[in-house]
């Protein structure tokens, strides 16, 4: 396979997963701080919401790929 169908593939798989699980969250670690034998940190919960046409406008364009790989 050349480099065109797999964007393609991938673009529509992202695209899907996106639409199924339109946000995800992670924890990144913001302060650190040591008081002699004492250790402190402070983690944020970060929520990434990503949007429905971003998710339609990926699995369009792997699917253009997809089609224009036949095409050509």
Avoid: C, N
Avoid at 22 to 35: N, R
Avoid at 59 to 70: D, F, Q, V
Wanted: aromatic share 10%.
């Amino acid at each position: 396979m050349t480099f065109k169908p797999l964007a393609g593939l991938a673009l529509i798989a992202l695209g899907a997963a996106s639409l199924a699980w339109p946000e995800f969250s992670y924890t990144k670690d913001s302060h650190d701080a040591k008081l002699g034998p004492l250790e402190f940190t402070l983690k944020e919960k970060e929520t990434v919401r990503v949007p429905v046409w971003a998710g339609l406008a990926a699995i369009a364009g792997g699917t253009l790929l997809l089609w224009r790989r036949k095409q050509g």
